[in-house]
T-cell receptor, first 112, second 111 residues
Framework: EAGVTQSPTHLIKTRGQQATLRCSPI?????VYWYQQALGLGLQFLLW???????NRGNFPPRFSGRQFPNYSSELNVNALELEDSALYLC???????????FGPGTRLLVL | GQQLNQSPQSMFIQEGEDVSMNCTSS?????WLWYKQDPGEGPVLLIA?????ELTSNGRLTAQFGITRKDSFLNISASIPSDVGIYFC???????????FGTGTSLTVIP
């Protein structure tokens, strides 16, 4: 069974641009979570989607947004990129609320 | 979300030594999870614990769900170079979207 997949693996943008990151959950999983992991730091919760709706949001500005599609895949959009947005962005999926999360390999975003 | 208190923050050990790390919280959790993250990759689930007092092994790894439900421990026996990485604990509560991660323990194994 395929795990969580993310694309692209690497993304280089300049300050002020927009970035779009994509995630496909494990088949059958309805919940998708997004995390930001800056270099050498822990996981910071960004967004949680379940059944197409945003269920919870971490302490990030509105320029971080996303959506979940009918097939449960998800997109994370980051507008007006700033240098400090450079990080590994991890997507995880689970069967639903309070279930174990399984992570994808991440997208490494570099903002120049 | 809220971070769990994980210690130690980093460890440097000789190959063959045993390793212990723990995760604590002021709140009760219903599930404890341990993940390992290799550099530049996503965390991989190692062990999941579902009951207070539960002791679960996965090869050289053993984890325990604390009796108070406020802590969990991970032990690695006879460490090898490929054990290098960052180990994260995570806790789940059954109320709301209560999924918390520890701050991570960075493990370095010296051959």
């Amino acid at each position: 069974e395929a795990g969580v997949t993310q694309s692209p693996t690497h993304l280089i943008k300049t300050r002020g641009q927009q970035a779009t990151l994509r995630c496909s959950p494990i088949s059958g999983h309805t919940s998708v979570y997004w995390y930001q992991q800056a270099l050498g730091l822990g996981l910071q919760f960004l967004l949680w989607y379940d059944e197409g709706e945003e269920r919870n949001r971490g302490n990030f500005p509105p320029r971080f947004s996303g959506r979940q599609f009918p097939n449960y895949s998800s997109e994370l959009n980051v507008n007006a990129l700033e240098l400090e947005d450079s990080a590994l962005y991890l997507c995880a999926s689970s069967l639903g609320l309070q279930e174990t999360q399984y992570f994808g390999p991440g997208t490494r975003l570099l903002v120049l | 979300g809220q971070q769990l208190n994980q210690s130690p923050q980093s460890m440097f050990i000789q190959e063959g030594e045993d390793v212990s790390m723990n995760c604590t919280s002021s709140s009760i959790f219903n599930t404890w999870l341990w993940y390992k993250q290799d550099p530049g990759e996503g965390p991989v689930l190692l062990i999941a614990l579902y009951k207070a007092g539960e002791l679960t092994s996965n090869g050289r790894l053993t984890a325990q769900f604390g009796i108070t439900r406020k802590d969990s421990f991970l032990n690695i026996s006879a460490s090898i170079p490929s054990d290098v990485g960052i180990y994260f604990c995570a806790g789940i509560r059954n109320t709301g979207n209560q999924f918390y991660f520890g701050t991570g323990t960075s493990l370095t194994v010296i051959p």
